[in-house]
């Protein structure tokens, strides 16, 4: 049975426990939500909408304080961290509210024969199921619920199990904001309540951010529903150097690209792929950045055992491992990996923490080789002096984002989302409103 709990990832105490709901109560939650979807999301207007999902955006903004707290406590997320994570969210359900009537307008679509007109329509499509991971309690929710309420679809969310505190922080957020009662439920479901739900005939579409192994089975279960599917899953991104007029300035956008939320986002920097003609240079300075680093716990000491496994895994097939210093229970010292070869399991694996890979590429071909060697295709960085070079190099990387020059450079307007294994569809941007609604052609003759 799945387990709701708040616990100290410093201290390892449990803080709090919450009950998961009962069969009655999931089910409840669904029907309030459809009853929702029926009563306001078909007969709301756009603009009404709009003006809910924009009081959340400031509700977040006033409860900043409150949420980051929570954060803090159920996964160790540092508060200037969090604090950024809820202004992040906030900024992301103000532009749903600023660009909602643009991005739903009908659109005409010109004939090529016939008299009369087309128009597309896009219209909600009921009750959609999110499955929330506890990495970004907040800024994760805000890039499922945020369009689709816009676009008028009620929202059935699961958090992580030991993110009920924020669960129970942002529910209220939704109610305070004016929400109708079903149009944003929180459940505390165990996995398997929520395979019966996606069954659910009421349920119309899952989004899922979350591991490759969840993402798998919600897609299985989905697709023998014939649902809808959004996945956001692992990812292992390379982090490229084959060119540079300030050695230092890219070391130190590659320790960032690495030690972001503790080393513990899917689209992190990973996989350090570096030109041989810098590689030494950029492995002396950055061994000594990342062991610089000071590091709050990881969010939980299973995740630091799991991380550890795949470290010495490496070490024991042949890799050198720079640290400074020793595992304490969820605290895990930031570390890099030389000597990571292709038989070894961690080549091919998402390190979840702050541990990054390094690897030397002979030339550009070979550089972009070792980045598409990998079953994940979230994001990816490419560092180069050359601009020619640099779009070219984009061009061949098998993954939903390239940033070029750059860390930190996402957007509430970006779409946000990979190939591979990394999962399909997108979220964030107009790209984001566009996954669960349904386009509905009226074709007029006369």
Same mark, same amino acid.
């Given at each position: ?59 977040? /903004? ?61 219209? *909600?499509?009921? $009750? ?32 992580? *199990? ?24 929180? $459940? ?22 979350? /591991? ?5 089975? $919600? ?16 990812? /292992? ?6 060119? /540079? ?202």
């Amino acid at each position: 049975m799945t387990q709701y709990a708040v616990t100290d990832p410093r201290t390892g105490e449990r803080i709090s426990d919450v009950p998961t709901d009962s069969d009655e109560q999931v089910l409840a939650a669904v029907a309030a939500a459809h009853e929702a979807y029926t009563s306001w999301g078909r007969t709301s207007s756009v603009a009404d909408r709009t003006k809910l999902v924009r009081r959340v955006a400031e509700l977040h /903004s006033e409860r900043r304080e409150e949420l980051a707290a929570a954060m803090n406590r159920e996964m160790g997320k540092a508060m200037d961290d969090a604090l950024g994570e809820v202004d992040f969210s906030a900024a992301i359900y103000g532009y749903y509210a600023d660009h909602g009537e643009e991005f739903l307008a009908d659109e005409e679509i010109p004939l090529l024969e016939g008299e009369g007109r087309a128009v597309v329509r896009r219209r *909600p499509l009921g $009750v959609i199921l999110g499955i929330m991971p506890w990495n970004y309690p907040a800024y994760q929710v805000a890039r499922f619920a945020g369009p689709n309420l816009t676009a008028g679809n009620s929202v059935v969310l699961k958090h992580a *199990p030991q993110c009920p505190e924020s669960a129970a922080l942002l529910s209220r957020i939704f109610a305070d904001a004016g929400f109708p009662e079903g149009a944003y439920v929180n $459940v505390y479901a165990s996995n398997e309540q929520i395979e019966e739900l996606i069954g659910d005939p009421r349920i119309q579409g899952v989004s899922l951010t979350g /591991s490759e192994r969840a993402g798998s089975a $919600v897609a299985a279960t989905a697709g023998r529903h014939l649902k809808k599917v959004v996945l956001e899953l692992g990812g /292992s991104d390379p982090f490229i150097v084959l060119g /540079s007029d300030d050695l230092d300035a890219t070391v130190d956008a590659a320790v960032a690209a690495r030690m972001e939320n503790t080393g513990q986002a899917c689209n992190a920097g990973k996989r350090f792929i570096v030109h041989d003609s810098l590689h030494d240079e950029f492995v002396a300075k950055f061994t000594a950045k990342m062991l610089g680093q000071e590091t709050g716990p990881l969010s939980s000491q299973l995740a630091a055992d799991r991380l550890d496994a795949q470290v010495q895994g490496a070490v024991a097939a042949g890799a050198h491992l720079e640290t400074n210093g020793e595992r304490n229970g969820a605290f895990y010292p930031s570390g890099v990996l030389t000597g990571v070869t292709e038989e070894s399991d961690a080549f091919h694996q998402e390190l979840f923490g702050p541990v990054a890979m390094v690897f030397r590429a002979t030339d550009e071909a070979d550089a972009v080789r070792i980045a598409n060697d990998t079953p994940y295709g979230l994001g990816s960085y490419v560092y180069t002096n050359d601009p020619e070079q640099a779009a070219r190099v984009a061009d061949q990387i098998d993954a939903g984002m390239v940033f070029v020059n750059g860390v930190g450079a996402e957007g509430v307007e970006l779409p946000f989302g990979g190939v591979k294994r990394s999962g399909f569809g997108r979220e964030l941007g107009r790209f984001g409103i566009e996954e669960f609604v349904n386009k509905k052609l009226i074709r007029t003759v006369t």
